[in-house]
C-alpha cells in the first residue's frame, strides 16, 4: 500500500466484511492525526440498511454527501454479500461524484485494531471461509508495530491449531465460536479510515474487488428434461 504524510480530507469508511457491519467518518484534514467524527454499528443477521447507516453517519458528524473527499471499504475477506455490497456503492458514488477510493483488507484492518485494543506479541487472525475453511493470516503486533508474519491463506481447524502450538493467540469475527481462549475481534469502520488516511493507493471503482482467494468455478446448468 502506498504511504503518504498528505493526509486526506473527510474519509467515509465502509466494513461490511463481517456481521458487524460500520460506517464512519473520519475527519483527515492537514497534517494532524486522523480523527473520527462518528461510528454507527448494526450487528447481526445478513441484511444490512446500507444508506441507512450512511446517512445517519453523516448526520451525526454534520456532513453532507458533497462533503466526502474519499471512500475507504474493506475488501475482506469476509462475508461476500456485505463486501460486494459495500464495493457497489462506492462505484456509484465516484460515478456521480468522481471521488477517490481506497479499498484495504479486512485483515489489514484486524492487526490495526487488535493494536488498538492492546492485543499483542504473535496473532492469527482466523475468518470463516466456509466449507469448512477459515481465511488465515498472521501478524507480530506491539505498542509500536504491526508486521506481517504469513500472508492471507485458507487453512482448516486442524492447521490452524497445529499453527498455534508456536505460540500466539487467535483472534477474529466469531473466533471464539471456533476455538477455545480466542478473542472476539471485529474490522471497524474508524480503523479503515485510518488506514486510508495515510495512503495514496487510490482505485477506480471498477478496480475494487473482493479478496477471495479461492478460483472461482462455474458449473453449466443441465439440459432441461423432456418428458414424452
Request: a neutral charge; hydrophobic letters at 45%; one cysteine or more.
Amino acid at each position: 500500500m502506498k504511504r503518504s504524510a498528505e493526509l486526506l480530507m473527510k474519509i467515509l469508511a465502509l466494513e461490511f466484511s463481517s456481521t458487524q457491519r460500520s460506517v464512519a467518518v473520519i475527519d483527515a484534514h492537514g497534517t494532524a492525526s486522523p480523527r473520527s467524527l462518528t461510528e454507527i454499528i448494526e450487528t447481526g443477521g445478513r441484511a444490512s440498511k446500507a444508506f441507512e447507516l450512511i446517512e445517519t453517519a453523516l448526520r451525526e458528524a454534520q456532513l453532507e454527501r458533497e462533503q466526502i473527499d474519499c471512500m475507504a471499504i474493506g475488501l475482506g475477506p469476509g462475508s461476500y454479500t456485505g463486501i460486494r455490497s459495500a464495493i457497489a456503492l462506492a462505484q456509484g458514488w465516484q460515478l456521480a461524484s468522481d471521488i477517490r477510493l481506497i479499498g484495504i483488507g479486512s485483515t489489514e484492518c484486524l492487526a490495526s485494531q487488535a493494536q488498538i485494543e492492546g492485543i499483542t506479541g504473535r496473532v492469527h487472525f482466523v475468518i470463516d471461509a466456509q466449507r469448512n475453511e477459515f481465511y488465515l493470516a498472521k501478524y507480530e503486533i506491539t505498542a509500536e508495530s504491526i508486521v506481517p508474519v504469513e500472508a492471507l491463506r485458507l487453512a482448516t481447524f486442524a492447521e490452524i491449531l497445529e499453527g498455534q502450538k508456536d505460540g500466539g493467540i487467535i483472534a477474529g469475527p466469531e473466533a471464539p465460536k471456533w476455538f477455545t481462549g480466542a478473542r472476539l475481534l471485529f474490522p471497524r469502520a474508524p480503523t479503515l479510515g485510518q488506514l486510508a488516511a495515510t495512503t495514496t493507493d487510490f482505485k477506480r471503482g471498477d478496480k475494487l474487488k473482493p479478496i477471495y482467494l479461492r478460483e472461482t468455478n462455474f458449473v453449466k446448468a443441465p439440459l432441461p428434461r423432456i418428458f414424452p
